[in-house]
């Protein structure tokens, strides 16, 4: 077994190799290597490792379980397994150990020690109205590492700062320590603190608390819970790994048999209060910028959720439609995001849900800037002769 200090020196070596590194890479085969602004890069380390063995990963694996039995049980059954670490005055991590081809691999996400603000983070104005909802539910989604965490930990940070409130926090690991502030935070953990989201769900109706965190909806008793929640004057935050707002709502209602379709989209449409969509993408200048789809509640949202969308009747066109509201698509925010100078033209268009509309806004934005819009400096019509042509031997017409 390797010792602790041997991990925790391997740890720090890996995370202080760059200054934006977020996530720690152990796979056999492969040096170290940490991702550094969304690009695996190795890492240089004494004595030098060229490529990992299996028994390395395997040893390293058995220090962070550290002999948990639950753990260790989850990825035999599983063939992987959560959990966090941390080294004492540097750093947390979220953990995942998993099976690949007979051998372990590690990646450890490096959580932050602080929580960041709405400001800090320069998240929408409309963020600061999210956290003042007395009940409803409120989903923020997005792909594995899109920041889906520190931007709900930012939330909860706004009720903290302003509602003497209890708050539940129901995770799989804990991320973001809270400190009390107005609010008071209990923060239970999966495995060590309740067995599933679902029973830990249940278990906190009966801790009276005003707002419930849900780390992940992963399946459709911890929705239906949440739903009861929200409809008994709760608000549950929680997060999805869906891509917007509409595959957000079609991933919910999948989760349920046929025959409650229905009933499950009137539920909905009476407690969904917020959907947030999020990517990261690469900023000019190293690092990356969230961009956000934000969509709240209305009449029109009601009845897409309730008959599903339609020709006209789309979230986007929908989301579109109430940017005065301080809603907005993922497209209005590359839009911004280029305006700013926080990403290239390029970056943009690739990222787009609508590349049409994307391109003419960063041709507008570029039009304002009084730069080209177009690489065409001219236009001509052929009429089919070329330039050394003799005008005079062209055929006359006939009168």
Known sequence: MIRQADLDYILSTMLESFSNTSDLNMTVGKPLQVENSGELTEVAIIPKITKLTPY?????????INSDRRLTETLIR??????????????????????????????????????ATIEELRLPAICHEIPKEKNGIIFVTGATGS????TLAAMLDGVNQSRAVHVVTLEDPVEFVHPHKK????????????DQFSTGLRAALRQAPKVILVGEMRDRETVEIGMSAAETGHLVMSTLHTVDAGQTISRIIGMFDKDEEKL??????????????????????????????IMGNS????????NGESEGKTFYEIIAASEA??????????????????ITEETAIAYASRKAIVNRGVDMVKSSRGEKTTDIDSLAIDDGYGKDDDPSARPRKKK
């Open 56 to 64: 390395q990963n395997e040893m390293m694996a058995l220090a962070l």
């Open 78 to 115: 599983e063939g992987s397994c959560d959990s966090s670490y941390q080294i004492p005055g540097k750093a947390r991590f979220r953990v995942n150990i998993f099976q690949q081809r007979g051998t372990y691999s590690l990646v450890l996400r490096k959580l932050a020690t602080r929580i």
């Open 147 to 150: 920041g889906k965490s520190t």
């Open 183 to 194: 609010a008071t935070f209990n923060q239970r953990e999966l495995g060590s603190d309740f």
């Open 264 to 293: 499950i989209r009137i539920r909905l449409a009476e407690t969904v209060r917020w959907i947030i969509g999020q990517r990261l993408v690469p900023k000019i200048g190293g690092g990356r910028v969230a961009i956000l789809e």
């Open 299 to 306: 009449l029109r949202t009601k009845d897409t959720i309730l």
């Open 325 to 342: 509201f301080g809603w907005r698509t993922f497209d209005l925010s590359l839009i911004q995001a280029f305006k700013a100078g926080e």
